[in-house]
């Protein structure tokens, strides 16, 4: 199998890491070759975050390059925006249809973009969900980010029930049935 390209990108306390975490123990449990890297930018809350997951046969490096990434999952549309050069030509870029202004937005030094997921859709192939929503109909608006990961694991080669055995690993013991509800949510999606 060729190597796997997954960037997740968003914005700190959006739970990139932990997405990172379940799509690389996932493929270590399939048995591939996994690199991960684990963080790039700032992770406290409201900086931009990116993590890379490669996996198969034989990873030599954790960094994607651009216009390398099969699959980028986006938690916030600026972020898709900023990240979408990195997709393959026929790539999936999952975005999550949420806005967090930035630091320059907030203060007034910059404009948030309009029509973000509009534009990227001339361009790249989009899969765009409103998982903050979906999860607040679930009754937690913080499991947002499994919903979009089960809208991404669409686009990849793993079996519904080895995501749910790699989720129930991953999450703390708790909160297992939730964030099996906004995957499936999102897988159904």
Excluded: C
Aim: glycine share 10%; aromatic share 8%; hydrophobic share 45%.
């Amino acid at each position: 199998m060729a190597v796997k390209n997954i960037m997740i990108v968003g914005v700190g306390g959006q739970g990139t890491l932990l997405t990172s975490r379940i799509l690389g123990g996932l493929a270590i449990e399939a048995g591939y070759d996994v690199k991960l890297s684990e963080v790039h930018g700032m992770a406290q809350r409201g900086g931009s975050v990116v993590t890379f997951v490669r996996y198969g046969e034989n990873v030599h490096e954790p960094i994607v390059e651009e216009g390398q990434a099969d699959i980028i999952i986006a938690f916030e549309k600026l972020e898709a925006l900023r990240y979408a050069h990195f997709l393959k030509k026929d790539g999936a870029l999952i975005v999550n249809d949420w806005r967090i202004d930035p630091m320059p937005v907030v203060i007034g030094a910059a404009e948030y973009p309009v029509d973000i997921i509009e534009n990227l859709e001339k361009e790249y192939n989009v899969f765009s969900v409103n998982a903050t929503e979906e999860a607040k109909k679930l009754g937690n608006s913080r499991v947002f980010n499994l919903i979009v990961l089960g809208v991404a694991a669409k686009h990849m080669d793993f079996t519904q029930q080895q995501w749910h055995d790699v989720i129930k690993n991953t999450v703390p013991p708790k909160t297992v049935d939730i964030n099996i509800s906004a995957f499936n949510a999102g897988y159904g999606l």
